[in-house]
């Protein structure tokens, strides 16, 4: 088992651009006795030759972030698990902040985010998000999800399920317990807003949110954001 317990989770798929430095601010938490497993789910790239020597272990499952995520906690050997974006930057102190709130009430919990990018409505767009998160106590994978190993067991895993896995999974840790939220915040890439537009994107996401929990499958809404993007 890793020294702190903690093992980290990162999915890949094809991002050979971007992998290097991820696990490059990794390292210290590798260092310190954290687990880096990469989970790939069929990368054409560099990614596999890129991330080997960074990671504790890089392992292949079939695509699909669920998947990726359960094959990942599967194999890990701390008991608590954290699920990170390939464009996902952790806070300092990382490994700590984890566990400290984990070590509480509860059993399981997310950062705050801050999005990088060029369009200028990123800073309040992540606001919304992290507000939005503490009032609904449903997190987003991009603000980076935690729990302990029990929590994950408990909840059966991630939900095999092509869209809104993370909102799947919030509903069922909420069960268990609320969500630790961190103020502070991990750093993800604002791409998608820079690429499709801030409304665009967001009028999409409301969209596919408030479908699904009318109850339109996950499917039928992956069609569509394939369709969009």
């Given amino acids: 088992m890793a020294e702190t317990g903690l093992s980290l989770i990162v ?50 499952s079939p695509p699909g972030r669920a998947r990726q995520m359960n094959a990942g906690a599967d194999a890990a050997r701390g008991n608590h698990l954290v699920f990170l974006h390939a464009d996902t930057q952790l806070p300092p102190h990382a490994d700590w902040l984890v566990i400290n709130a984990l070590s509480r009430d509860h059993r399981w919990g997310r950062f705050d985010i801050r999005l990088q990018g060029r369009h200028p409505m990123l800073g309040v767009i992540a606001f919304a998000m992290n507000h939005r998160s503490r009032l609904t106590g449903i997190a987003s994978g991009d603000q980076t999800l935690f729990m302990t190993r029990e929590a994950f067991d408990t909840a059966d895993g991630f939900p095999d399920q092509p869209l809104m896995e993370d909102i799947e999974m919030s509903r069922r840790l909420k069960r268990l317990s609320a969500p630790a939220c961190l103020r502070e915040k991990v750093t993800s890439s604002g791409r998608r807003w820079d690429r499709d537009g801030a409304w665009t994107t967001i009028r999409l996401m409301w969209r596919l949110r408030f479908r699904y929990w009318r109850g339109e499958s996950p499917e039928t809404l992956a069609r569509e954001y394939r369709h969009v993007r």
């Fill in 11 to 60: 999915v890949t798929l094809n991002e050979a651009d971007i992998i290097d430095e991820t696990l490059g601010r990794l390292q210290g938490l590798r260092q310190a006795g954290s687990e880096l497993i990469i989970v790939d789910g069929g990368s054409q790239d560099d990614t596999l030759t890129r991330a080997t020597p960074l990671a504790s272990r890089v392992i292949q």
